[in-house]
């Protein structure tokens, strides 16, 4: 069994990251279901509080999987981390967030996906022209 570790990332690069994925998300978590899942996890309200205001969604579709995450004992850091990797990667990654049950099953997915270089767009392309003309 491979131990896979995330690093802690540019939180600038993050914060734009939580900017440009808002509102792509089909479903938003209600108010009275974000208030039960608060309740479910008491000793963890610094967590949760994170997770709202973090997930990559912009709809707080992860915090639920975040949580049960937390309560084992993880730091926040490194599910914040692969969150935003899964959110990224999630059109190359099989499956939904939940049919991963810990951040090893999630980091053992998200491992091949990340190592394959993303695709270029054609404005990337006639930038870096542009620059190389100069």
Known sequence: LKTVTYTR??????????????????TAMSEKALDK?????????????EFVR???????KYVPWAMRQVSKGLPTWA???????????????PGNLDKY???VDLAHALQPV?????????????TCRSCVLR
């Open 54 to 60: 973090t997930d990559p969604t912009g709809q707080h």
């Open 9 to 26: 990332g540019d939180d600038a690069s993050r914060a734009a990251a939580v900017q440009s994925f808002a509102g792509q998300s089909r």
């Open 114 to 126: 990340m190592r394959e270089p993303e695709p270029r767009s054609v404005s990337e392309d006639i």
């Open 101 to 103: 049950r810990s951040l």
């Open 37 to 49: 899942l608060r309740l479910q996890y008491p000793e963890h309200e610094a967590a949760f509080e």
């Open 79 to 93: 599910i914040r981390e692969a969150l935003f990797d899964y959110h990224r990667y999630s059109d190359r990654v």
